[in-house]
């Protein structure tokens, strides 16, 4: 190695008695030098093997809390079958803790064989970083999946990951506080919705609480309405990759802005959803706060850690409101969490056995009725045991893209909040969500 | 004899009592009362955050939120529960072994360093010293890929030694600059005056000088033991296996995205604080407490 | 080489009877400590500190998602920064923050260590260990204590205002973009108070007392004494924790990372949450952006150096 070098020069300066300047100086050039050239070549180089005596290593890194007590079990059956693999789980507590230790190693050449991608599958994949799992694990196995998890994450006829767990948003709703403010039923469409928030806005309470902090959970409810109002799924998915003729200046964007913005005039959500979080937003509805909350399906797990008992026995979901009557209730649904596989790793091989292993039918859905959460594949789905799982998936026929996967995408997040603070118009906010994106792209 | 700290010409009086005492005869009796005041309101203001913390550690999961201010049911069975989830112990040991070391170090090369830069002469000295400051000088988020990719060159990535090593020469020169200014306020004539006597360098330091920075190095430990047992995201990106892993980012790892578990949480926050508050105390009764400067008569 | 030769009886240094070679024998010996004592703590620097440095600000010139090699691209992200809405936001709210802190936590602290040499020491040792308890906490764990207490509905602080019949003031703490600011300095102050206060606590023990006994003979009441011999003993002590604060406060993100952020709508984004989210941040989205990023850490560098000549004029100024 070459810092081995540079260890030596300083090394011998150091047994010189006479320490003069001149040594001393040269001595430090040699060592920044050498270290500079290790870096710089360690940098370029591929990835580290893995295995030692045998054994392969492999590495299984998330930020899934939701399966923190359970997926170390189905890890151990896992090492117990197969004794010449070692795995190594590392669930990270959010993905601000965990994009810096995984950019991180990508810069190093070192993935983790098994790595959650986050938004970034498709350009990982594109860079030689994900493997294609089309190739890998066939389309027989690709079968299962719902439509959207695969299409999320392919690009032409390569997929870059699978989706680990499916995700369908909804709102949750208090049917006392309902009974309140005199409403009765589910509001079907978003004018229904109207109507409802200013009955529950007058009983004191706030009607839908939302969270639109960071940025990019606001797309998770302004996206579907782009689908919403072209019924079609698949425009976004080519907005998204700013494929040739879509822009975010295109008449469906700005219609669908303007009914966002017409829905945050009618003072739907509560005040201040740019400085509401995720938790904060649900803490206001099982705290009584508000009426409702708009998320999604990760709900009902953190209700029965966090809410009373009472409390989850009372609390309804219902489905995303449609446009207008009789239409399809087009709701967010791709998979938040899924996982992909280092293309450059040695132990690439003994990785995709864990996977098959991981979704090998009973074991999934074991898996994810054990953790309530909504699995991505059909099979698994028919066998959910959680009523509300249940209930959320069925909506999944129904859904449409919500998360900016494409290079630059994320960047409309923060105009978009603008139509939630009321600063801009939609027509306005369309040309900065332009601007941003192609900015962020490079 | 000691060295003149009086005006020129000024004649020591001999009659004095020792400065400890005299320093406690200065105050009137209102003024103490009224200091007293404003103290214990601020104290309060700053330690009601740390009470809430340890409450939330002992109330039931989900009266958090919906539960009044004080809970009316305590339980600690968030701390059994952080203690074997989070595989404490562990962890615990990781942080005071890698903790503990990394004081040392940088102890023990603050203080040559920082009486180097205070007493010594030698060419480049105030080259060196801005150079070193520049350490202070950036966001550490911008330097982990930089430490990860130079650790990586040099074989000790995902090893608690690299993570040390990175502690302490990051940490370091912040400590020298204490050491420093603190070897400053010793009169130069200490120095001299040992030379004279025919001791080196090295004798110097570490007979004359070390013993009277005691003040300084009480801070610099505490104020390291502080940093790196709190330190998160460099522990973090460069330790992989959770075994290997301090407390902190362990803890960290609570806080889930949409869910987090309070009492679990606060419980093993408030288990890992107890170490941090022992060294403090010992300080404050080994060094800091009654010290006075009346160890230069010796 | 070393001192041992100096027989005892020789005239102090400085006195222009000593031999020749015996001054650069000793000047030699001194020299040679200088280097031996600094240099573990300048290696080291060299290869984790001062490389990585030199790295980021290289990077500060490119272009670079983490994978393959940096494209180099000149001042590009240093123009995008000039035009970059966000960024010019940021500055400003960096420089705010910086500067407001150092003010507070220089002060307030000072205040805080006088008058605990004014009480009595039992109370004082008390109240230097529950102060200073703030600090022992992260800030990542104090921004995540304060989130909840500063939380509109469920938080202590507007339930004690609505308790006190101040419904008036209790706001939206965190997502008003009037008083986030505020609000995270106080948090940052909270949290700074005991460690500055020890430093400041330490140096008014390090003032020699023969000063104090001086000033007395002379008949200098307390108020005199603290005016002439504490502060001024102390001015070395206060640029330090200036310079300090200040580039802390440059450099800032734990605290306000977690607690918003960057929100609402990037009211409370500085230099330091910028930065992360553009490389790290899940809102970064599909590619990293380190060249741009680091571009960010060099100005961040920049206001620091600052920061460090201020410090270097006011202890040139304190050493008369």
């Not at chain 1, 690709?142 to 767990?165: I, V």
């Not at chain 1, 302004?222 to 700013?242: E, S």
């Not at chain 2, 982990?144 to 990051?170: D, T």
């Not at chain 3, 000593?18 to 060299?46: C, D, K, N």
């Amino acid at each position: 190695m070459h810092s081995i070098n540079g260890a030596s020069s300083l090394g011998s300066a150091f047994a010189r008695t006479r320490l003069d300047r001149r040594t001393l100086l040269k001595a430090g050039a040699a060592g920044f030098g050498a270290a500079a050239t290790a870096s710089l070549l360690a940098a370029c180089s591929g990835g580290s093997a893995s295995s030692s005596s045998g054994t392969t290593t492999v590495r299984v890194w998330s930020w899934y809390t939701e399966q923190k007590d359970t997926l170390p079990k189905v890890i151990k059956d896992f090492e117990d079958k197969h004794p010449h693999i070692k795995v190594n789980l590392r669930i990270f507590g959010t993905p601000d803790q965990y994009l810096p230790a995984l950019t991180a190693a990508v810069s190093g050449g070192d993935v983790p064989e098994i790595f959650a991608p986050h938004v970034r599958a498709i350009t990982y994949g594109k860079q030689g970083i994900s493997a294609d799992l089309k190739k890998e694990l066939g389309s027989d196995f690709l079968k299962d999946f719902f439509p959207a998890e695969n299409q999320e994450y392919s690009d032409g006829d390569k997929q870059y990951a699978l989706g680990w767990e499916a995700q369908t948003f909804g709102i949750f709703y208090n049917p006392e506080l309902f009974a309140a403010a005199g409403v009765d039923g589910e509001p079907e469409t978003w004018d229904d919705l109207i109507d409802v928030a200013q009955k529950v806005n007058a009983t004191g309470k706030s009607s839908v609480a939302f969270s639109a902090n960071p940025g990019t959970s606001a797309l998770d409810f302004f996206l579907p309405l782009i689908t919403q109002v072209t019924d079609d799924p698949t425009y976004f998915l080519k907005l998204d990759q700013l494929e040739k003729g879509y822009k975010w200046t295109n008449e469906p964007v700005v219609k669908a802005l303007e009914l966002n913005d017409r829905i945050v005039k009618a003072n739907v959500f509560q005040k201040g959803t740019t400085g509401t979080s995720g938790d904060q937003a649900t803490q206001l509805f099982y705290t009584g706060a508000a009426a409702m909350l708009f998320a999604g399906s990760w709900i009902p797990a953190g209700l029965i850690q966090n809410a009373t008992p009472d409390f989850v026995k009372k609390y309804k979901i219902m489905k995303t409101p449609a446009i207008k009557t009789g239409a399809r209730h087009w709701t967010a649904d791709q998979a938040g969490a899924g996982f992909a596989v280092s293309e450059t790793s040695k132990a690439k091989d003994a990785a995709l056995e864990v996977l098959k292993y991981l979704y090998s039918p009973d074991v999934y859905s074991k898996l994810m009725n054990d953790s309530s959460s909504m699995p991505a594949t059909q099979s698994a789905v028919d066998r959910v045991t959680s009523p509300q799982i249940k209930q959320m998936a069925s909506w999944l026929p129904d859904g449409c893209p919500h998360i900016p996967f494409g290079a630059g995408s994320s960047a409309s997040g923060d105009p978009l909040t603008k139509i939630f603070d009321q600063k801009a118009s939609p027509a306005d906010v369309a040309k900065q969500m332009q601007t941003a994106v192609v900015n962020a792209r490079g | 004899m000691t060295t003149t700290m009086a005006r020129p010409g000024q004649v020591p009086r001999t009659d004095r009592r020792p400065a400890a005492q005299q320093r406690r005869r200065r105050p009137a009796p209102i003024g103490k009362s009224f200091a007293s005041f404003i103290l214990i309101a601020i104290a309060a203001f700053t330690v009601f955050p740390l009470i809430w913390l340890v409450l939330t550690s002992l109330r039931p999961q989900n009266t958090i939120f919906t539960g009044p201010i004080f809970p009316t049911h305590l339980t600690f069975a968030a701390y059994p529960e952080a203690w074997v989830s989070t595989g404490f112990a562990v962890h615990f040991l990781n942080s005071l072994w890698i903790t503990a070391a990394t004081v040392a170090g940088v102890v023990i090369f603050a203080s040559l360093a920082g009486y180097a830069f205070a007493k010594l002469r030698f060419p480049f000295k105030n080259v060196l010293y801005v150079a070193l400051l520049a350490t202070l000088m950036m966001p550490a988020t911008s330097l982990i890929i930089p430490l990860y990719l130079q650790l990586r060159a040099i074989g000790l990535l995902n090893n608690q030694l690299g993570l040390l090593i990175l502690y302490v020469s990051s940490s370091a020169p912040f400590s020298m600059f204490l050491m420093r200014a603190f070897f400053e306020t010793l009169p130069d004539e200490l120095v001299q005056a040992a030379r004279v006597d025919g001791a080196t360098e090295l004798q110097v330091f570490r007979r004359v000088v070390l013993p009277l920075a005691r003040p300084g190095m009480a801070t610099v430990i505490i104020f390291q033991f502080l940093q790196t047992w709190n330190e998160f995201l460099y522990a973090n990106t460069v330790l992989q296996d959770t075994g290997k892993l301090p407390l902190q980012p362990v803890l960290f790892s609570l806080m889930g995205q949409y869910n987090t578990d309070w009492p679990t949480l606060t419980a093993g926050l408030t288990m890992s604080i107890v170490p941090v508050i022992l060294v403090y105390v010992w300080m404050q009764r080994q060094f800091v407490a009654g010290l006075t400067l009346g160890a230069v008569k010796n | 080489m070393s001192s041992q030769t100096i027989s005892r009886g020789m005239p102090r240094r400085g006195s222009s009877t000593s031999g020749g070679s015996h001054l650069w024998r000793l000047q030699r010996s001194e020299r040679l400590a200088g280097y031996v004592f600094s240099i573990p703590i300048t290696v080291l620097f060299a290869v984790f500190v001062g490389w990585p440095i030199v790295f980021a600000i290289y990077l500060g010139f490119t272009s670079w998602s983490g994978f393959g090699s940096p494209t180099f691209t000149g001042f590009a992200n240093y123009e995008r920064m000039w035009n970059d809405p966000v960024a010019r936001q940021a500055f400003i709210t960096t420089i705010v923050y910086a500067i407001v802190t150092t003010v507070l936590q220089t002060v307030i602290p000072l205040f805080i260590a006088v008058l605990l040499n004014y009480v009595w020491s039992g109370l004082s040792v008390v109240i230097r260990t529950i102060l200073f308890i703030p600090g022992i906490v992260s800030f990542v764990v104090s921004g995540v204590l304060w989130k909840l207490i500063y939380d509109p509905n469920l938080g202590t602080l507007n339930k004690a205002l609505r308790g006190l019949g101040l419904d008036g003031l209790a706001t939206n703490w965190l997502s008003n973009p009037a008083t986030v600011l505020p609000a995270i300095i106080v948090v940052s102050l909270w949290g700074a108070i005991g460690t500055n206060m020890l430093i400041y606590f330490a140096g008014i023990q390090g003032v020699d007392p023969t000063y104090y006994e001086a000033a007395q003979i002379d008949g200098a009441s307390r108020w005199q004494q603290f005016r002439f011999v504490t502060i001024p003993g102390l001015r070395v002590v206060t640029a330090i924790v200036v310079s300090l604060n200040l580039m802390n406060g440059f450099k800032v993100f734990d605290i306000i990372f977690v607690m918003t952020g960057g929100g609402p709508s990037h009211a409370s984004e500085v230099f330091g949450t910028y930065l992360y989210s553009l490389a790290f941040g899940s809102t970064a989205g599909s590619i990293p952006q380190l060249g741009y990023g680091s571009a960010f850490s060099v100005i961040v560098m920049l206001l620091c150096g600052v920061a460090v000549a201020v410090q270097v004029f006011l202890t040139r100024r304190a050493q008369r």
